[in-house]
């Protein structure tokens, strides 16, 4: 009898590796196809259009976890069979378009940012849905396009691209690694010394803290060998040409130490030939400054005595984590939080179940005080997401927060990630 049930464990184990694997093989081939898009609009209206598609070589990305089950970010999109309702990829992200809508020149102007869409090839024609989130964090279908798969092409380059450097290869079987690709901005062909070098300190600082660190086994980083048009990242310093191919700059949305592009097109341009699934850029400057939006890119600048940006900005970028400061600590009164926050690190209370309720000790108040007592400890704090009421994070300081350590929170969240990327 008891044989019998390890034989039924056994069969139904098979068919489940089975079955994963086979939907992979089923319905893809061992290459991505780049969906560049446009997502446009205004304060409450989007669009989606999809301006070009190309295929590059090797699937970078994981091929049991087709889809995305996180529920994270403030977007996702479907990819179905054409013409069924048989779903065989999604993933969800954030964007800068989403930014932007909240910025005031979205209330009377329209707007218009590229994004690039990176999927295993499909071996026939596809329909990607697009969705957003509603005011209630419900997803809404914003539209649904065709992809003629059969008719899209290799991406051909007119100029040449270096190869990556190997800066931390766990395994050259990229699909079970995450693997992360470092792009430097801002370095020109006499900066090469410098960029090489930094690109080593960008890839030490990312093992320099934990759980990263004990992760080296589970994440590739390659670095783009790229030299830009000009040294220095502009924004800040005037005596810098605002414009290059990669369009990186500091004071983004008027904010100065936020460092962004939107030039999304060029910046997976330069990537066609490395096996990627995550983007940091290296800003070559030393002034303070970065940015990460979720499954999107993060960016850092260099500072040659530690790497708190690049761990903090990878936090969105990677994890989906949110900021667990108030703006400077001022009493800001946020908006009255009528929804449960998608971020796994925010809470508002209103749903805190599905959060860390179960890491708290039974003896910890919710809402936790910022005494003495309970530092170091898991709790409810109020003040995050830069607002000093109504959100409430889950230790008194975390990386998220300021340059402490990942909070045991963000911690189980990285962690988690990292197996859907590797497991
Ligand atoms: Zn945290």
Redesign the pocket.
């Given at each position: 009898m008891f044989r019998n049930h390890i034989f039924i464990l056994f069969l139904l184990f098979s068919i489940g590796l089975n079955a994963q694997k086979t939907s992979f093989d089923n319905y893809f081939t061992d290459n991505t196809l780049n969906i560049l898009c446009y997502h446009s609009g205004r304060k409450a209206v989007e669009y989606y259009t999809i301006d070009q598609t190309y295929i590059t070589k090797k699937w970078a990305g994981t091929k049991t976890k087709l889809l995305d089950n996180t529920n994270l970010g403030a977007h996702r999109i479907e990819v179905y069979v054409h013409n069924t309702k048989n779903l065989i990829y999604s993933r969800n992200y954030c964007s800068f378009f989403e930014e932007w809508q909240t910025t005031p020149e979205a209330e009377n102007s329209c707007g218009n940012f590229e994004e690039v869409f990176r999927i295993p090839l499909p071996n026939q024609d596809v329909d990607i849905a697009f969705f957003s989130r509603d005011s209630l964090g419900k997803w809404f279908l914003v539209e649904k396009q065709k992809i003629e798969v059969e008719k899209t092409e290799y991406k051909k380059l007119d100029y040449k691209l270096y190869d990556p450097y190997r800066l931390n290869i766990a395994s050259d079987n990229v699909n079970t690694k995450l693997d992360i690709v470092i792009v430097p901005a801002g370095y020109t062909q006499k900066d090469s010394l410098k960029m090489v070098s930094d690109l080593k300190l960008f890839t030490d600082f990312l093992f320099s803290k934990p759980p990263y660190a004990e992760a080296k086994n589970k994440i590739n980083v390659w670095g783009q060998c790229y030299f830009s048009e000009q040294t220095g990242i502009p924004g800040l310093d005037s005596t810098i040409r605002p414009n290059s191919f990669l369009g990186v700059s500091y004071n983004t949305f008027n904010s100065p130490r936020y460092i962004m592009t939107p030039n999304l097109f060029n910046l997976h341009e330069i990537l066609v030939n490395v096996p990627y699934e995550q983007i940091v850029i290296m800003c070559n400057s030393e002034t303070y400054g970065g940015g990460g939006i979720f499954n999107f890119y993060a960016t850092s600048y260099v500072n040659p005595k530690n790497g708190f940006v690049l761990i903090h900005e990878l936090g969105h970028s990677f994890a989906g984590l949110g900021d667990?400061y108030s703006q400077n600590d001022t009493e800001v009164e946020g908006a009255p939080q009528c929804i449960e926050p998608w971020q796994k690190?925010l809470t508002s209370l209103k749903d805190f179940s599905q959060k860390w309720k179960d890491m708290i000790e039974d003896s910890t108040p919710i809402p936790t005080p910022v005494t003495e007592e309970y530092i170091n400890k898991v709790g409810v704090f109020e003040g995050a997401a830069y607002v000093t009421k109504g959100l409430y994070?889950?230790?008194q300081d975390?990386l998220?927060r300021s340059d402490k350590p990942?909070?045991p929170?963000?911690t189980r969240e990285i962690n988690k990630m990292l197996d859907f990327y590797t497991e």
């Open positions: 667990e690190n994070r889950p230790y975390c998220m990942f909070c929170v963000c």
